[in-house]
């Protein structure tokens, strides 16, 4: 049974900062690509950032310079670092990952940019 959890979310001023961490079982997950997406109300689910098995990531573009991704395998981990938080970026975050046997979800975690 694939599941994967998120934590980390919450309430933070503009400017502000949060890590949010997405630990992942049930898959090797060294052999997965891994996501995070977000949904703001009213809105369609966005790619933020992914990276692949190798390493490699892109973002989109309202997030380049203020998110990174990045994974520990050893922990099959995935987190995303957002600093300079802006009221846009409020949204629920999922985290996924893609691979041979399919494409997995977390449940989502809140974060609410305000002041």
């Known amino acids: 049974q694939v599941q994967l959890v998120e934590s980390g979310g919450g309430l933070v001023q503009p400017g502000g900062s949060l890590r949010l961490s997405c630990e992942a079982s049930?898959?090797?997950?060294?052999?997965?690509?891994t996501g995070w997406y977000r949904q703001a109300p009213g809105k369609q689910r966005e790619l933020v950032a992914r990276?692949?098995?190798?390493?490699?990531?892109n973002y989109a573009d309202s997030v380049k310079g203020r998110f990174t991704i990045s994974r520990d395998n050893a922990k099959t981990t995935v987190y995303l670092q957002m600093n300079s938080l802006k009221p846009e970026d409020t949204a629920v975050y999922y985290c996924?990952?893609?691979?041979?046997?399919?494409?997995?979800w977390g449940q989502g975690i809140q974060v609410t940019v305000s002041s």
């Open positions: 996924n990952v893609v691979g041979l046997r399919g494409t997995y």
């Open positions: 049930g898959i090797i997950f060294s052999l997965y690509a």
């Open positions: 990276m692949s098995p190798g390493g490699s990531t």
